[in-house]
């Protein structure tokens, strides 16, 4: 069961402004651990935002990306678009949450 | 006005004063009751915040002679405590061995890869942790080394500026050994003293100071 | 512009700027703050803050109650301004205690979890997981506010001396105190900068800055973890979570550090 994001979108001049904020731990599967074992790969693959049930984004992540992964991505939008991000990792494992543009 | 300029000498004396305290770390909290040893309530809380873990034991809370005096830093820094502080220093000195083959340089590549390394003696090492220098984390060395500190002054062109006599092998293998036979409270880990480093590895690290090939001295 | 004096303006910035010994402003620290603050915008603590807060007012524990009575000295549930407060003494455990003492006494006392298990669970797991979170989300609610410990109490006062103590007490195989590193200004381990946690304004940093999120391992620590981690480094050994060292060493630093801004939940390398 994996923790909630913290989703932070703005509105200005017509283009919102999306923070999203993910607990992930990104394992890239080339660290070891203290016993010199390689810890299994882990980290999130696929991601798409949807405002009001049309896509504004979607983005394809590798094992580069840290831990915790933040993400800032901007589009044509307005106040009051209601916001689903979801991301799909390595493991079949699923998380959406939702927001509301300020 | 004499009253006025007597005034004004005293503020500005006591200005001085009050400058010169800021600027010591001893003036900065309020006066604490004695710092002596047997003040139990301080050590039962000292002992009791502490467990042993891995390699570290609980062992390591007990204090030298040397430890208990630069403790205290208004003992140390009072009258008795600067002519204790020479005792505290001969008797450093005293205990120091020169190096068992009589050699004092050893491979100054080794020594740059002793001065780099931080590691060992935690709880989180093991006693197989090859245990390094952590001299970077006080002293710029090879100027190239960017990542230093500046805790210690910089040993950029030791051997250059200093040549090799036999007074200065001496000297640096001392400070080395035990840094605390010059300076009594000096910051400096006492490195054979302590057991932290071995002969061999002091000598390496004599060598990227002292051999004139090493890059120290470019 | 075309390419070509795009391209020799970009060499000669390189050139100029690629020198240790430059013209050029980037210096390692200011090149460090800079990416400390294109960081800042999403810093992972607030997913703690935001788990944090789930867990002040979730049931729990035995006695299956949720934290939100908890007194972290200015009254029940009281979250906001409290952090900027601690360590202090409270009547009813008649004791002086920092945050994660306290919450290992709510967490005892309200919701029947007793405090060895926090105690005795490993950093960022288990019981030690939980009270993180809630440290994030409680100091949260003091961000921007000045530190204000009051230490007018003989038991807060006696702290502070027993702090001070340990403060310049050395020993182990190293001769370290935390003076050794913490008691001048302008010094550095590494490219590290040290504050002078006997200054004010180097122990507000310091005591205003943790609980942090590092992002050089990824994790959400505690003033107690920090504080444990420091004394490893010193080659001391374990500091015993929450014991009265512990709170001693945060009171001598939280009260050096009164008027300084609580700028926590921080970002740390």
């Known amino acids: 069961m994996s923790d909630p994001m913290r989703i932070r979108a703005t509105e200005k001049d017509g283009i919102v402004d999306v923070k999203i904020l993910m607990k992930h731990d990104m394992e890239t599967g080339l660290r070891k651990d203290a016993s010199g074992q390689a810890i299994p790969a882990w980290f999130i693959t696929h991601l798409y935002v949807k405002a009001q049930n049309k896509e504004v984004f979607r983005a394809h992540f590798g094992s580069a990306v840290s831990k915790d992964p933040f993400l800032n991505f901007k589009y044509r939008g307005a106040k009051g678009d209601q916001l689903m991000v979801h991301w799909t990792d390595t493991k079949g494992d699923e998380r959406a949450d939702e927001a509301l543009v300020v | 006005m004499p009253e006025f300029k007597k005034f004004f000498r005293v503020l500005l004396g006591l200005g001085a004063v009050i400058i010169a305290c800021q600027t010591s770390p001893f003036c900065q909290a309020q006066p604490v009751k004695t710092q002596a040893p047997e003040n139990p309530p301080f050590k039962e809380i000292f002992q009791k915040g502490f467990r042993s873990q891995g390699i570290a034991s609980i062992d390591r809370l007990t204090q030298d002679a040397n430890q208990i005096f630069c403790s205290d830093p208004r003992r140390a820094q009072s009258a008795a405590g600067m002519k204790e502080a020479r005792m505290i220093e001969q008797r450093n000195l005293e205990s120091i061995k020169a190096p068992t083959d009589g050699v004092y340089l050893g491979d100054w590549r080794n020594g740059e890869k002793i001065a780099q390394s931080g590691r060992g003696l935690t709880w989180s090492d093991v006693p197989e942790t090859p245990v390094g220098g952590g001299c970077y984390n006080c002293h710029q060395i090879d100027e190239h080394e960017i990542a230093y500190g500046n805790l210690g002054p910089s040993l950029w062109h030791y051997g250059k500026n200093r040549g090799s006599s036999k007074e200065v092998l001496i000297y640096t293998w001392n400070r080395i050994s035990n840094a605390k036979a010059y300076n009594a409270c000096s910051q400096m880990p006492r490195f054979a003293h302590s057991q932290i480093l071995t002969e061999k590895q002091i000598q390496d690290l004599m060598a990227l100071l002292l051999d004139p090939n090493s890059a120290v001295n470019q | ?269």
């Open chain 3, 1 to 269: 512009m075309n390419i070509r004096s795009k391209l020799r303006r970009v060499a000669l910035g390189v050139s100029l700027c690629g020198s240790f010994l430059s013209v050029c402003a980037q210096t390692p620290n200011e090149e460090i703050a800079k990416y400390r603050e294109m960081l800042a915008d999403g810093n992972p603590a607030e997913l703690y803050e935001m788990a944090g807060e789930d867990l002040w007012k979730t049931p729990a524990g035995p006695k299956y109650t949720s934290l939100q009575a908890c007194d972290l000295g200015l009254g029940a549930g009281v979250v906001d301004g409290a952090a900027a407060r601690l360590p202090r003494y409270f009547a009813d455990t008649q004791r002086v205690q920092d945050l994660e003492s306290r919450l290992m006494t709510c967490m005892e006392s309200l919701q029947g979890i007793p405090e060895a298990n926090v105690v005795n669970a490993n950093f960022g797991e288990g019981s030690k997981k939980t009270i993180a979170a809630l440290v994030a989300y409680i100091v949260a609610h003091s961000k921007g506010m000045k530190i204000h410990v009051s230490g007018a109490h003989p038991e807060e006062k006696r702290m502070y001396a027993l702090g001070k103590e340990a403060f310049f007490y050395q020993s182990g195989p190293y001769d370290f105190a935390c003076a050794s590193c913490h008691s001048a200004d302008g010094k550095r381990i590494r490219l590290q900068d040290l504050p002078n946690l006997l200054t004010r304004s180097g122990a507000s940093f310091a005591w205003g800055s943790w609980p942090a999120y590092r992002v050089s391992n990824g994790e959400f620590w505690t003033m107690q973890q920090r504080l444990n981690d420091c004394l490893r480094q010193q080659r001391m050994p374990y500091l015993v979570y929450g014991s009265d060292l512990s709170i001693a060493l945060s009171m001598f630093l939280a009260k050096n550090a009164n008027g300084g801004e609580m700028l926590a939940p921080g970002l740390k390398r």
